[in-house]
């Protein structure tokens, strides 16, 4: 029975969670239901490292695998991870961007509207919130 696509990641990522420290190799594997190869937990662990979900820890000749961000964010974190690379992947990123904005709701556009503005905000001199 094959996985659904990401199933593999999240159950790795759960696992380290609720452990609530770093583990190794091993250590996932075991906390997962085995019907993953070995290998392929290890592959997997690489590939959220290289995403930037996971922090590896050299410990002796293995590592251990601790997670970047809270359980909360990570969520968020990779849904932001897919959005980019799907923006990346497109060559016309404008029509993207356009598309999307045009299909959100009021609500949703008010929140962007909103973080944008927060992101882009340049403290100016007598601004409260301006830096000394």
């Not at 997962?32 to 922090?55: E, F």
């Not at 356009?98 to 909103?114: N, P």
């Amino acid at each position: 029975m094959r996985r659904q696509p990401g199933a593999l990641e999240r159950e790795v990522v759960a696992a380290i969670a609720a452990a609530g420290e770093e583990l190794t190799t091993p250590q996932i594997h075991a906390a997962l239901d085995r019907t993953a190869a070995y290998t392929t937990v290890m592959t997997t662990l690489t590939r959220l490292c290289d995403k930037g979900v996971l922090r590896r820890t050299p410990v002796g000749r293995t590592y251990r695998y601790g997670l970047v961000e809270s359980t909360a964010t990570m969520g968020a974190a990779l849904t932001a991870l897919q959005m980019r690379r799907l923006m990346e992947a497109h060559e016309d990123r404008s029509a993207v961007m356009s598309r999307f904005i045009g299909d959100l709701s009021a609500e949703d556009a008010r929140l962007l509207t909103q973080l944008l503005i927060e992101a882009t905000h340049v403290p100016q001199t007598g601004d409260p919130g301006a830096q000394a």
